[in-house]
C-alpha cells in the first residue's frame, strides 16, 4: 500500500488547513486509516483515526473539536480537516494505514502498518 499526503503549508494562527492522504496498492478489506505528527524535537503522536467499516473516528484531546477526519472509501482516501489552528500544531503529519483487526481504532505506532511521506504544517502565532 502506498500512500500519498498532501495539503500542508504556512498559516497564521486561527487558520484552517485541509489534509488529504491517497492510498493505493494493495487492496484491504477492512482496515483503519490515521494520522500521527511529529513536532521538532517530541515524538511521533497520534492525531486522529477513522474506520474504514463504520466511519467511527478518535481524536486526541489535544486536536479534539478542531480537527475532522473523514474518508471516502470508494477512492480509498482520508481527509483531516483542521480548523482554529495554533502554532502548536506545527509538525509534519503523517497518514498511515492499519490492517490489522482491532476493537478500537489503534492509537499508537505499532499499531499501524503502513505510512505516508508526512506534509510540513506550520502555524504562525
Known amino acids: 500500500v502506498q500512500l500519498q499526503a498532501s495539503g500542508g503549508g504556512l498559516v497564521q494562527a486561527g487558520g484552517s488547513l485541509r489534509l488529504s492522504c491517497a492510498a493505493s496498492?494493495?487492496?484491504?478489506?477492512?482496515?483503519?486509516m490515521g494520522w500521527f505528527r511529529q513536532a521538532p524535537g517530541k515524538e511521533r503522536e497520534f492525531v486522529a483515526g477513522?474506520?474504514?467499516?463504520?466511519?467511527?473516528?478518535s481524536y486526541a484531546d489535544s486536536v479534539k473539536g478542531r480537527f475532522t477526519i473523514s474518508r471516502d472509501n470508494a477512492k480509498i482516501t482520508v481527509t483531516l480537516q483542521m480548523n482554529s489552528l495554533k502554532p502548536e500544531d506545527t509538525a509534519v503529519y503523517y497518514c498511515?494505514?492499519?490492517?490489522?483487526?482491532?476493537?478500537?481504532?489503534?492509537?499508537?505506532?505499532?499499531?499501524?502498518?503502513?505510512w505516508g511521506q508526512g506534509t510540513l504544517v506550520t502555524v504562525s502565532s
Open positions: 498511515a494505514v492499519s490492517s490489522g483487526t482491532y476493537w478500537q481504532i489503534p492509537r499508537r505506532e505499532s499499531g499501524y502498518d503502513y
Open positions: 496498492g494493495r487492496t484491504l478489506s477492512s482496515y483503519f
Open positions: 477513522i474506520a474504514r467499516s463504520n466511519g467511527d473516528t
